[in-house]
C-alpha cells in the first residue's frame, strides 16, 4: 500500500511530518486530496498538551480541509472525482474512518456528509477557513440555544423575537464571525458583538447591530446600554475571563452557550494552564437560574437535520448566495510542510492571531 505525509502529534509536545497508509474509501465516504488545511487553537491543545488524546499517538491535526475528491465510495451520489470541496475532518481521538485523522496530511478519507462543494468563485485557501467554525457557530444558535432553524437564508420574515438582544461575546473570533453573519441572515436584529476596536467596522458589515470593546473599562454599561440584559450570549472565546464578563450582562434567567474546553485564564490559547469540559464546582459566575450550554461541534451530526443538510446544502447555498463570507486568510505556505505548521503553532499558542484564520498548503 502507497503511504503519503501527513502532520501529526506523535508524543506530548511533538510533532512531526509523518508517512501514513490510508484505506480505500468505503461506503458513503470519499478519498480526497487536500489542498489546503486549517490550524486552530484545538491543534495547540492536541499537539501542545495532549489535550484530547486518549493515549494513542500518533494523532492527525488540522480540522478543515479545502480538497479535491479523487475517489468515491459506495453509495456517495451528491459527490464526484474532481469535485472541489472543503470538509470538517470531526476529532475522533486521531482516527478516522480510513486510517488517520486530521486533514493536515496529503490524502484523506472522510464521511461523505462532511463535504460541502465549493462554489467556482471562492479560493480553495479561502474555503479551508470555513467549516469547524461555520458547524460550530450553527449548531451552537440552532441547536444548542435552540433558535428555530430559518426556513430560508436570507429569513423572508423576521423571527417572532427578532429583536431579543443577543451577544456574541469575542467577535473578533472566527466562529464568532460566522455566528454574527448567520444571526444576521436569520432575520435577527438586536445582535450585540465585543471584540477588539480593529474589527468594529467590519462586523457591523457582517450585521452585528452594535459592537463593544471587551478592554473597556465600562464593559457591562457598554453592553446593557438603556440596561437591557442580554438574553442569549454565545461565548465564542470561553474562558475563565469571559463567564465572568459575560455573568454581569446576562438576564438571570438567560442562556449562555459556551464552546468547549473552558480555559482558565483569559485567551484562546492557555499553555498548561488548566482546561475544563464544564464549569469548575465552586467557580460558576452565572446565578442558578441561568440556563449553561456546553458546545462539542465535533458531535454536530448527531442532529440528523443538520447530519443531511448542513454541510452538503445549506453551507454551499449561503457562500452561493453570498451571505456568508470566509475568514480572512493567513496563509503558510513557505518553508517545509512541517515549517510552516511550526509558525501556525507558533502563532497560535502565542494568542497571536486576530480575527484570521492560519491556513497551510498542503504539502
Ligand atoms: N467546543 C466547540 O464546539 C468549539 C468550536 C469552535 C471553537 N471552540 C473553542 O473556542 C475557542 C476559540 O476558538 P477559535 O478558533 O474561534 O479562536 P480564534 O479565532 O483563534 O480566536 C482569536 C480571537 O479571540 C479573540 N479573543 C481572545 N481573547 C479574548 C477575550 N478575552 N475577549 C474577547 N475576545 C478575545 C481575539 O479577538 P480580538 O482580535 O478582537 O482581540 C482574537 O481575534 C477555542 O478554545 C476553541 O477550541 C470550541
Known amino acids: 500500500m502507497s503511504t503519503h505525509t501527513a502532520i501529526a502529534a506523535v508524543a506530548k509536545g511533538q510533532f512531526d511530518a509523518i508517512q501514513v497508509e490510508m484505506e480505500k474509501p468505503g461506503a458513503g465516504q470519499v478519498r480526497v486530496k487536500v489542498a489546503y488545511a486549517s490550524l486552530a487553537a484545538f491543534d495547540t491543545y492536541i499537539a501542545d498538551v495532549g489535550f484530547g488524546v486518549a493515549k494513542l499517538y500518533p494523532v492527525g491535526l488540522g480540522l478543515n480541509a479545502a480538497a479535491t475528491v479523487v475517489e468515491v465510495g459506495e453509495g456517495v451520489t451528491a459527490l464526484a472525482v474532481g469535485d472541489r470541496i472543503m470538509a470538517f475532518s ?6 478516522g474512518t480510513g486510517g488517520l485523522s486530521g486533514t493536515i496530511q496529503e490524502l484523506l478519507v472522510l464521511r461523505d456528509f462532511l463535504c460541502a462543494k465549493v462554489p467556482d468563485k471562492l479560493a480553495l485557501e479561502a474555503a479551508a477557513t470555513i467549516p469547524d467554525n461555520f458547524v ?5 444558535l440552532f441547536d444548542q440555544l435552540a433558535l428555530p432553524v430559518p426556513a430560508a437564508f436570507p429569513a423572508s420574515t423576521p423571527p417572532p423575537d427578532h429583536a431579543l438582544p443577543i451577544l456574541i461575546y469575542g467577535a473578533g473570533s472566527t466562529s464568532g464571525q ?5 444571526l444576521h441572515a436569520a432575520g435577527y436584529t438586536n445582535i450585540v458583538a465585543t471584540a477588539s476596536p480593529k474589527h468594529h467596522a467590519f462586523l457591523r458589515g457582517l450585521g452585528a447591530t452594535r459592537v463593544v470593546d471587551y478592554a473597556s473599562p ?8 438603556g440596561g437591557e440584559q442580554m438574553a442569549l450570549a454565545l461565548d465564542t472565546i470561553s474562558a475563565e475571563g469571559t463567564l465572568a464578563k459575560i455573568a454581569q450582562v446576562l438576564k438571570p434567567q438567560g442562556a449562555v452557550a459556551l464552546l468547549l474546553p473552558i480555559k482558565d485564564g483569559d ?3 492557555v499553555g498548561e494552564a488548566a482546561m475544563h469540559m464544564a464549569v ?6 452565572f446565578t442558578p437560574e441561568t440556563k449553561i450550554v456546553y458546545v462539542r461541534a465535533f458531535t454536530y451530526y448527531q442532529n440528523e437535520y443538520l447530519k443531511d443538510n448542513l454541510m452538503s446544502k445549506i453551507l454551499p447555498q449561503l457562500l452561493a448566495a453570498g451571505i456568508i463570507q470566509p475568514n480572512r486568510v493567513r496563509l503558510l505556505e513557505q518553508g517545509t510542510f512541517k515549517e510552516r505548521v ?7 499558542r502565542n494568542n497571536r492571531v486576530s480575527g484570521e484564520k492560519v491556513i497551510v498548503k498542503v504539502p
Open 342 to 348: 511550526a509558525v501556525g503553532l507558533d502563532l497560535l
Open 90 to 95: 470531526v476529532y475522533e481521538f486521531g482516527r
Open 280 to 285: 469548575p464546582e465552586g467557580r460558576n459566575p
Open 136 to 140: 460550530s457557530a450553527f449548531y451552537a
Open 178 to 182: 460566522y455566528a454574527i453573519q448567520l
Open 267 to 269: 485567551t484562546v490559547a
Open 218 to 225: 465600562t464593559l457591562a454599561a457598554d453592553i446593557t446600554t
